[in-house]
């Protein structure tokens, strides 16, 4: 089997919710709810919902701007589509510029001060596990791969 983005990883926690997007959504891309509670896709330039709503993953491509669409979320594995640059095993990951996987968020907690620190992690989207069947050796992800993340915390 090859993956694709927006497929289930693994079969086990998987959490998926149904709602309407505002914005279209793609599927794989990396979506989070807005204020309204409606899908639009997490870019780092466009993060103007509820911050507190989180991150998932677009499990369909929505037919217009107002259409039901369902999303991944929690812990669920989903692929996605890497990023600009290189991903290395277990690194967070944040929203890239166009809803891809996309930023690497690189934590350095002693240079940090408690405000840079959440701003960081209420940009984290889930945290990058390997490509497809990689499970137990994991290997770095380059820009516009379809990779595995674990998504939350």
Known sequence: MTAETGEIAKTIGIEIVSGVQVITCTVGDVVQADITGGWRPASITNITGNLANGFGVALETGTSATSNIRVAIGNTYV??????????????????????E????????????????????????GRYMGHEGEEDAPTAATTAEVVIIRLGL
């Open 79 to 100: 692929y996605a589509v890497s990023g600009t640059g290189d991903t290395v095993p277990w690194q967070l990951v944040g929203p890239g510029v166009s809803g891809e």
């Open 102 to 125: 996309g930023q690497t968020l690189a934590l350095t907690m002693a240079t940090m001060t408690a405000t840079a620190v959440i701003q960081v992690f209420a940009r984290v989207a």
